[in-house]
């Protein structure tokens, strides 16, 4: 846990039932959203090395109740869901066109929309952790207020010694303009310690030129690690121990690309909080994406997550 002042990681987003074809007009209900898959690789590869809990807001709905006892019989701490009786989580179903995927969603309404509304929620969520992670589409989907109690929130975690993690994961759909992205996530990179960012949502967003010029935009805000996602090309990164530039294993039999990103951050952010150096936890982050992306849908089955080795 090298820089990390406490035994616990909270990662703070939405998560929403899942309905995911499996043939006919047949559906199976699951649950997903960037921020729970990534907690939930979190869990199951720090598991009883650290408390990972996933803070969100829920509705208090059978399916709710659902998505928290799943939670908990998969060994996250359910303690910073808090549920809301008059709203429900979102929902997405996913439509398949031959190997096309589309995702439909229903998330306007949800109890996640208004997870910061309540400062003295977050400060006691915030509490005692060591690492914070957050994403783009957390940010995307609150008010005005509730970003900046957010942003708050994650300034007081920092003085304490927590350190940040943020995905900037653009969805444009989810913005009303690029504007409003652009006045809005340079002030979550500035709370940031590890910035996580895809280099095709920022060249949409920036028009960044290459993955070298998300690196440069990002440490002249002040994060001091920056890792550069870019599907099958190298990860470029940005550390204390300087720059590099790694490639991804090949992966051989790619079934679904979904959730390539959130699983790297997982593997990434457990090696870090274990001790393992940048370079080595680009290194962990590509071999649990090359995991996921051979499997169907955004999450390895429940206990094939390979266990890391903590350094000392
Ligand atoms: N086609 C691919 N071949 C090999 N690795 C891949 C491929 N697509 C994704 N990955 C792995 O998943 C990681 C994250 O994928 P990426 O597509 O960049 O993120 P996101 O899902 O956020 O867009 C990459 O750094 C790489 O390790
Ligand atoms: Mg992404």
């Given at each position: 846990m090298t820089g990390f002042p406490f035994a616990r990681v909270v990662a703070i987003g939405e998560a929403m039932v899942e309905m995911a074809p499996i043939g006919g007009d047949q559906y199976r209900r699951g649950f997903a959203g960037d921020t729970f898959n990534t907690a939930w690789?979190?869990?199951q590869t720090?598991?009883?090395?650290?408390t990972t809990?996933?803070?969100s807001r829920i509705g208090t709905d059978p399916l709710s109740s659902d998505f928290a006892a799943s939670l908990a019989a998969d060994g996250l701490d359910t303690s910073a869901l808090a549920r809301d009786p008059q709203r429900t989580m979102g929902l997405y179903l996913i439509e398949l066109d031959g190997v096309e995927r589309s995702f439909h969603y229903w998330r306007g309404q949800s109890a996640a929309r208004h997870l910061a509304d309540d400062p003295e929620w977050l400060a006691q969520t915030f509490a005692d952790t060591g690492l914070i992670h957050l994403s783009g589409i957390t940010v995307a989907i609150l008010s005005a207020t509730a970003r900046q109690n957010l942003l708050d929130a994650l300034a007081t975690a920092r003085r304490h010694g927590t350190k940040v993690s943020f995905d900037p994961n653009i969805r444009p759909a989810l913005w009303s303009s690029v504007t409003e992205v652009r006045e809005t996530i340079p002030a979550f990179l500035e709370v940031t310690d590890i910035a996580l960012p895809s280099f095709d949502d920022e060249q949409a967003n920036w028009q960044d030129p290459d993955p070298q010029a998300v690196l440069d935009r990002m440490s002249a805000l002040g994060v001091r690690e920056v890792v550069v996602k870019n599907g099958a090309?190298?990860?470029?990164l940005r550390s204390d121990d300087g720059d590099d530039s790694i490639d991804p294993p090949p992966v051989e039999g790619i079934r679904d690309t979904t959730?390539?990103?959130?699983?790297?951050n997982a593997g990434y952010l457990a090696a870090r909080f274990l001790g393992h150096a940048p370079g080595a936890a680009v290194r962990h982050g590509q071999a649990m994406s090359a995991e996921v992306i051979r499997h169907l849908g955004a999450r390895l089955p429940a206990g094939s997550v390979p266990r890391l080795p903590a350094v000392d």
């Amino acid at each position: 846990m090298t820089g990390f002042p406490f035994a616990r990681v909270v990662a703070i987003g939405e998560a929403m039932v899942e309905m995911a074809p499996i043939g006919g007009d047949q559906y199976r209900r699951g649950f997903a959203g960037d921020t729970f898959n990534t907690a939930w690789h979190l869990s199951q590869t720090l598991a009883d090395r650290a408390t990972t809990a996933f803070a969100s807001r829920i509705g208090t709905d059978p399916l709710s109740s659902d998505f928290a006892a799943s939670l908990a019989a998969d060994g996250l701490d359910t303690s910073a869901l808090a549920r809301d009786p008059q709203r429900t989580m979102g929902l997405y179903l996913i439509e398949l066109d031959g190997v096309e995927r589309s995702f439909h969603y229903w998330r306007g309404q949800s109890a996640a929309r208004h997870l910061a509304d309540d400062p003295e929620w977050l400060a006691q969520t915030f509490a005692d952790t060591g690492l914070i992670h957050l994403s783009g589409i957390t940010v995307a989907i609150l008010s005005a207020t509730a970003r900046q109690n957010l942003l708050d929130a994650l300034a007081t975690a920092r003085r304490h010694g927590t350190k940040v993690s943020f995905d900037p994961n653009i969805r444009p759909a989810l913005w009303s303009s690029v504007t409003e992205v652009r006045e809005t996530i340079p002030a979550f990179l500035e709370v940031t310690d590890i910035a996580l960012p895809s280099f095709d949502d920022e060249q949409a967003n920036w028009q960044d030129p290459d993955p070298q010029a998300v690196l440069d935009r990002m440490s002249a805000l002040g994060v001091r690690e920056v890792v550069v996602k870019n599907g099958a090309g190298p990860v470029v990164l940005r550390s204390d121990d300087g720059d590099d530039s790694i490639d991804p294993p090949p992966v051989e039999g790619i079934r679904d690309t979904t959730g390539a990103g959130d699983a790297f951050n997982a593997g990434y952010l457990a090696a870090r909080f274990l001790g393992h150096a940048p370079g080595a936890a680009v290194r962990h982050g590509q071999a649990m994406s090359a995991e996921v992306i051979r499997h169907l849908g955004a999450r390895l089955p429940a206990g094939s997550v390979p266990r890391l080795p903590a350094v000392d």
